[in-house]
């Protein structure tokens, strides 16, 4: 209980606090503003070995979309609370212990700009287009952004990237509107190959 409870602390109660004292600056601002939060798509791959941790995400997660139902019932419209979440693993202090035990992990890595691209994307979009989505960031780049080489993001550049929509500019389309109505790009690539697993998650 003494790492569970903080962890929870900082997670979604951290969240649940942020967002309630943000509100008096959305309304002095008529509700236009954006949300973005870090917690991942809900899919069960991601509870596997950290069940604690997972939770508080999740929640997290939970807290999304019900604040974009509130959003809709209050007609909010110009507002928009999105959750996005690393695709693969990312390059910072938190993963420099294991490059440091490991040197050959940093070719999993990838640059944290993909992370920063894929939240200035969000925000550039429509508020009524990532409300209430719950998305990696790979998947936004690729759904919305137009992305499709990530070459530039990985750490080792003669790293291997997977193509997720193995190039096929149709796959990108349909996968980009059965992103809005499962909440989650893992789902669907799991559809395209059953092999398929997210990288680094």
Same mark, same amino acid.
């Given at each position: 209980?003494?790492?569970?409870?903080?962890?929870?602390? *900082? %997670?979604?109660? &951290?969240?649940?606090?942020?967002?309630?004292?943000?509100?008096?600056?959305?309304?002095?601002?008529?509700?236009?503003?954006?949300?973005?939060?870090?917690?991942?798509? *809900?899919?069960?791959?991601?509870?596997?070995?950290?069940?604690?941790?997972?939770?508080?995400?999740? &929640?997290?997660?939970?807290?999304?979309? &019900?604040?974009?139902?509130?959003?809709?019932?209050?007609?909010?419209?110009?507002? @928009?609370?999105?959750? *996005?979440?690393?695709?693969? @693993?990312?390059?910072?202090? @938190?993963?420099?212990?294991?490059?440091?035990?490991?040197?050959?992990?940093?070719?999993?890595?990838?640059?944290?700009?993909?992370?920063?691209?894929?939240?200035?994307?969000? *925000?550039?979009?429509?508020?009524?287009?990532?409300?209430?989505?719950?998305?990696?960031?790979?998947?936004?780049?690729?759904?919305?952004? %137009?992305?499709?080489?990530?070459?530039?993001?990985?750490?080792?550049?003669?790293?291997?990237?997977?193509?997720?929509?193995?190039?096929?500019?149709?796959?990108?389309?349909?996968?980009?509107?059965?992103?809005?109505?499962?909440?989650?790009?893992?789902?669907?690539?799991?559809?395209?190959?059953?092999?398929?697993?997210?990288?680094?998650?």
């Amino acid at each position: 209980m003494k790492s569970f409870q903080p962890m929870h602390r *900082i %997670n979604p109660e &951290g969240l649940y606090g942020v967002i309630q004292a943000s509100f008096p600056y959305f309304e002095k601002n008529n509700w236009k503003g954006r949300i973005i939060v870090v917690s991942p798509p *809900i899919y069960s791959r991601f509870f596997r070995g950290k069940t604690a941790y997972a939770m508080g995400k999740v &929640g997290m997660s939970v807290l999304t979309k &019900g604040l974009a139902m509130d959003f809709e019932r209050e007609r909010k419209v110009d507002m @928009a609370v999105t959750s *996005i979440w690393p695709a693969a @693993a990312i390059q910072s202090t @938190a993963t420099g212990q294991h490059v440091a035990d490991d040197s050959s992990v940093l070719k999993d890595l990838r640059k944290p700009e993909i992370f920063s691209d894929s939240i200035l994307a969000i *925000i550039r979009s429509p508020a009524f287009s990532v409300d209430d989505l719950l998305t990696p960031d790979e998947g936004f780049l690729l759904s919305v952004g %137009n992305v499709t080489d990530f070459t530039k993001y990985t750490v080792v550049p003669e790293a291997t990237v997977v193509e997720l929509c193995h190039g096929v500019s149709s796959t990108c389309e349909w996968m980009s509107r059965m992103t809005r109505l499962v909440g989650s790009t893992a789902p669907i690539f799991k559809a395209l190959d059953p092999s398929f697993k997210w990288p680094g998650i």
